[in-house]
Nanobody
Framework: QVDLVESGGGLVQAGGSLRLSCAAS????????MGWYRQAPGKQRELVAR???????YYADSVKGRFTISRDNAKNTVYLQMNSLKPEDTAVYYC???????????????WGQGTQVTVSS
C-alpha cells in the first residue's frame, strides 16, 4: 500500500503565493521522479513541474520563473512553491510519484487525491 497525501491548496488573490506539499507513505523502497500536474475545468490534465531523485527539474513554460519544485528525500515529500499566481493557475493540483515498493521489481506511477487551488482576480 502506497499513499500520496497533498496539502496546501486554497483560495488566494492574483499575485499571491501558495505552497503545496505531497508526502508519500507506505511500503516504499525507492522513489524516482516526483511531480505536480493540474487539471482545470473542461481541460486535460497537464504537467506543471517534475523533479528527479537527483534534483533535476522540469517546468511547463506557463509557470517558469513563478513556480519552484523541490523535494526532501528523507521525508519522501515533494513541494511546489507557487508565486505570482494568476487566475489561469486555478485548477486541481495532483501529486505524482514513480515508486518502487518493497519486494517489487519495477516502478509504478502513483497519484494523490488532488488539492484545489483557486486564484481570484
Amino acid at each position: 500500500q502506497v499513499d500520496l497525501v497533498e496539502s496546501g491548496g486554497g483560495l488566494v488573490q492574483a499575485g499571491g503565493s501558495l505552497r503545496l506539499s505531497c508526502a508519500a507513505s507506505g511500503s516504499i523502497f525507492s522513489i524516482n521522479a516526483m511531480g505536480w500536474y493540474r487539471q482545470a475545468p473542461g481541460k486535460q490534465r497537464e504537467l506543471v513541474a517534475r523533479i528527479t531523485s537527483g534534483g533535476t527539474t522540469y517546468y511547463a513554460d506557463s509557470v517558469k520563473g513563478r513556480f519552484t519544485i523541490s523535494r526532501d528525500n528523507a521525508k519522501n515529500t515533494v513541494y511546489l512553491q507557487m508565486n505570482s499566481l494568476k487566475p489561469e493557475d486555478t485548477a486541481v493540483y495532483y501529486c505524482n510519484a514513480d515508486i518502487q515498493r518493497w519486494g517489487g521489481t519495477y516502478y509504478g506511477s502513483y497519484w494523490g487525491q488532488g488539492t484545489q487551488v483557486t486564484v481570484s482576480s
